[in-house]
């Protein structure tokens, strides 16, 4: 975790070290409800209240003279989403459209943790003497698939919900028995079958999706940090090392600036993507 600690491991013992979250125990089945990553938890909360504050501080300082940039920025993000939103959700979109608006920020900020150098929170948990309490920590939300999971549960709950609101009970009973076969019988079984693996694609689909390009970014970074030090495995200010730590990760942050903000965008489109279709009738 930190700097003296790759001085004891090697490069896959260290790469290791990185990916365990701080957790209140040990994972050993694909789900176990008793298990809680506490980083992805404190870190997810955090950014969380983070675009809470953004977007309130946004709405009290709006005015109707010249605006700043911190406005016009802002003012340019709701735009987008508002015309994403009005595009394809046909209805009332008085919780949708700020919704999107958090979904695309919170994912974003929690995206962002990634350029947060590696070493760093280890740096700073032994500064604060808790070494011995936090052995591992994981800062990037969205790059452990416990937090994107529990993000797309929260996008199928909403999809759930919208088609109770909308259709009501009868009418989306009956969507799944019915569509898209036809309302026959002996077709209401393989219908809901094939409407069941659409809602479980859907939200297995959303959490993997930013689950993998944030994952691979993060195993990315961390090779990044090893590549400067392949040689001696240590605090490396030779050519080898500015080369390895200082431009590689610098192009590589640059780059994924791009993937941050893509995969936020993704997943906001995808969510309103999911709950336009529950406005919609078969």
């Known amino acids: 975790m930190a700097a003296t600690e790759s001085t004891r491991l090697d490069p896959s013992e260290y790469i290791a070290h990185h990916l365990q979250n701080f957790a209140t125990g040990h994972q050993t089945s694909i789900i176990d409800m008793r298990i809680l990553n506490i980083d992805t938890l404190f870190w997810s ?48 979109r008085t919780f949708i459209a700020p919704l999107a ?61 919208y088609n109770l609101k909308i259709k009501g009970v009868g009418g989306f009973v009956h969507e799944l028995i019915s569509a898209p076969f036809g309302a026959h019988p002996l077709l209401w079984i393989p219908n809901l079958a094939l409407n069941i693996i659409e809602f479980v694609a859907k939200t297995v689909s959303l959490a993997l999706r930013l689950f993998g390009n944030m994952y691979a970014g993060e195993l990315l970074f961390l090779l990044i940090a090893l590549l400067g030090s392949l040689w001696t ?19 590589w942050a640059i780059f994924h600036i ?24 078969h």
């Not at 997943?267 to 309103?272: A, D, P």
């Open 258 to 281: 791009l993937i941050v903000l893509l995969q936020a965008f993704i997943f906001m489109m995808l969510t309103l993507v999911y709950i336009g279709q529950a406005h919609d009738s």
């Open 233 to 251: 495995f240590g605090a490396d200010t030779t050519l080898l090392g500015f080369v390895g730590h200082v431009i590689a990760g610098t192009v």
């Open 101 to 161: 608006l958090f979904v695309f920020v919170w994912v974003a900020l929690m995206n962002s943790l990634d350029f947060i150098p590696v070493d760093l929170p280890g740096h700073v948990i032994g500064w604060l003497g808790l070494s011995n309490v936090i052995s591992h920590h994981r800062i990037v939300p969205t790059a452990d698939l416990n937090g994107t999971f529990g993000i797309a549960l929260g996008v199928f709950a909403l999809m759930i919900y």
């Open 45 to 92: 909360i955090v950014c969380g209240l983070v675009t809470i504050f953004i977007l309130r501080m946004a709405a009290r300082s709006a005015t109707s003279g010249v605006p700043g940039r911190f406005q016009c920025a802002i003012e340019m993000l709701v735009e987008m989403v508002e015309d994403q939103s009005k595009a394809i959700i046909h209805g009332n």
